[in-house]
């Protein structure tokens, strides 16, 4: 599927691709690695995923994950790679304490929407 990575699981699934964990062969490192929905003949859509990538490659913040390559796929697909962050999504944490079986304090949780909240102004701050 991927040049020189292999993949080993489906993490999620978004508006423009779906995300896995890959094995990335030469560096002997877990990436995560989303793939284009869209086909190479697709314009527009293709711009779009090239300009979310470019963009997520220029901003340097420890809040933001950084990208690592992109490229085509074996079928033409379009492709990044990012480092793999591990843990909990914040909706699972957010279920976990309306069921009341998190760990996580309020001011824990409030601190992690502090750092996304930071995060998105860093960027918007970028353009």
């Known amino acids: ?21 890959a094995r990335q062969a030469s560096l002997r490192r877990d990436v995560a690695a989303k ?15 090239f300009r979310e990538a ?9 809040n933001i994950v950084p990208i690592y390559d992109f490229g085509r796929n074996r079928d033409g ?12 999504t914040l909706t699972a944490i957010l279920v976990q304490m309306r069921e009341g079986t998190a760990r996580w304090s309020r001011e824990a949780l409030l601190e992690v929407f502090r750092k ?11 353009g």
């Open 1 to 21: 599927m991927l040049p020189g990575h292999d993949v080993t699981a489906l993490l999620g699934q978004g508006g423009m691709g779906y995300v896995y964990r």
């Open 35 to 49: 793939v284009a929905l869209t086909t190479s003949s697709d314009a527009e859509e293709t711009e779009r995923f």
């Open 54 to 62: 470019q963009v997520l490659a220029q901003l340097d913040h420890p």
């Open 77 to 88: 697909g379009l492709y990044y790679t990012m480092k793999l962050v591990r843990g909990m």
């Open 116 to 126: 996304v909240c930071d995060a998105v102004d860093f960027a918007h701050s970028r």
